[in-house]
Structures are given as C-alpha cells and as structure tokens.
C-alpha cells in the first residue's frame, strides 16, 4: 500500500529537549516536504527535499533541521523546541514539487511545555 | 503576496443536499489549484487538481471548477453523505516560484 508514515503520532515534551519526527515514504518519490498546521492560519510549509541532499527553507524554517540521505526518509528535528512549536506537522510526498498528488502522513501532534 | 480564502469556515447541512464549497485567491498567478480532505487522525487526501488551463475536474460526486481571472475556485459535492463530513482544504501553486499557499480550510458537517 502506497503511504507516508510519520512517527511519534504524538509527543509532548519541554522547552529545549532535542527532538526528531520521522517521515518515510515507499513510492519512490523525488519530492517530500514539511508542514505545520496552526488553527485559522492553514497549512505552512516548513522544508522541502527536491532530491537526496537537496533541500531547502518554506515558509517558516525557524527553529527547524532536516535532512535527506536517503530518498525514502525525510526526518524533521527541533534542536531546541519551544512552545510556539506547539502544532500539528504532516510530512508529504510526490513525484515532483508541481502537477502531481501530494501524498500526505497521519499527522504528528506536537506540544511544547 | 497570494492570500487564499474559503468561506464559510463550518457549514453543517443535512444528508442529501448538494452543496458548494468556496475558495478565493488574489494573485491570479498560479500554475494549479488543488482540493484536499483533511480527517482527524488521517492526514490529508487529494481529492482534484485543477491546471491553470482548465475550467473544471471532476471524480464521482465532485466536481471542481475554477476561474482564475476572478481568484475563485468551488468544489459542488452532490447528494451529500455523512461520509463527506471533514474539512476541505484548497491550495494554489504559484506560477513564480512554485510554492504551495493554503487556506485555512471550512467543516463540513453532515448531518443523517
């Protein structure tokens, strides 16, 4: 079955405590991204990965890591997580950045004390 | 910058009924718009995507138009089903620079 898998589904942690929210995809797609979800704000893009060892900043990179070394995985890490980044994250996946169905994971419900 | 809005935010009517799901965007600029399901606990699923060129698309009960002189974009759902209770997201892709800009989406309630 085609998915995107995220874990944890949900984590609360403290101010400061590294932490890593895995991604992994088996579709064999080029193109995976981040996102946070805020109430009436929607969805924002956090990173994104063209390519193995491609990656580049969204719409809201503050405070966040990512990597690409295998095109299946795209883990996002907070080095030091703060409770504005108390959110909702999915991970998506597609073929290419444009004209294709996003494939998006469960979610991930992050809080921050 | 592209702002995109979908009014109302919840709508809640009963099973049966057709009905019709807005989206606007200022920037006529885009490359596509999509439309997405979002359930609790599930992600989000892709229901249409619509190419600049096009009008309209359309998958079983959903039919997606857009016209993107006017910023505007609807997604009509006929003979409603509690099973379409969610929230339904729109987003555009920017012509410029490809990046995907969200509204913030509108529930749906169906009600038996």
């Known amino acids: 079955e085609a998915q995107v898998t995220q874990n944890p589904r949900y984590l609360i942690t403290v101010t400061g405590k590294k932490l890593t929210v895995t991604c992994s995809q088996n579709?064999?797609?080029?193109?995976m991204s981040w996102y946070r979800q805020d109430p009436g704000l929607g969805l924002r893009q956090i990173y994104y990965s063209m390519n193995v060892e491609v990656t580049d900043k969204g719409d809201v990179p503050e405070g966040y890591k990512v990597s690409r070394k295998e095109k299946r995985n795209f883990p996002l890490i907070l080095e030091s997580p703060s409770p504005n980044q108390t959110s909702l994250y999915f991970c998506a996946s597609s073929l290419d950045r444009v004209g294709y169905e996003q494939y998006f994971g469960p979610g991930t419900r992050l809080t921050v004390t | 910058k592209q702002e995109v809005t979908q009014i109302p935010a919840a709508l809640s009517v009963p099973e049966g009924e057709n009905l019709v799901l807005n989206c606007s965007f200022t920037d006529s600029a885009i490359y596509n718009l999509q439309w997405f399901r979002q359930d609790p606990g599930k992600g989000l699923t892709s229901l249409l995507l619509i190419q600049s060129s096009q009008r309209e698309q359309t998958s079983g009960r959903l039919n997606a138009s857009l016209d993107k002189s006017s910023g505007r974009s609807t997604l009509y759902i006929a003979a409603s089903q509690p099973g379409d209770s969610a929230t339904y997201l729109c987003a555009v892709t920017m012509d410029s620079n490809y990046q995907l800009i969200w509204g913030a989406g509108t529930k749906l309630i169906i009600k038996p």
């Open positions: 579709m064999n797609h080029e193109y």
